[in-house]
């Protein structure tokens, strides 16, 4: 497994455009994957990638969901959060 810091992940602030919300996300999955992060860690690994608003939602949206939170889980609350289904194709 690569160390994921050595592949210079880009933070995420919350305020970015829908497009940039979309490839920050891809960015984020294919160093997952580079990296060898498995899913049951990958919450954790993104939550120090999470800066500013998108940090204090997830602090937020974290305390609410069962535990341990699911790769999935976070997709599925990131993505109604910062990507919603207006801006999907």
Not at 43 to 63: F, K, N, P
């Amino acid at each position: 497994m690569i160390d994921f810091s050595h592949l210079h992940p880009i933070v995420f602030i919350g305020e970015e455009g829908h497009l940039n919300v979309e490839q920050w996300l891809i960015n984020t999955e294919n160093l997952l994957v580079a990296a060898g992060i498995p899913e049951t860690d990958r919450v954790d690994v993104v939550r120090i990638q999470l800066m500013g608003v998108s940090h204090l939602w997830w602090l937020t949206e974290e305390s609410h969901l069962p535990k341990p939170v699911t790769w999935k889980t976070f997709l599925e609350v990131f993505l109604a959060k910062f990507f919603p289904d207006i801006t999907k194709i």
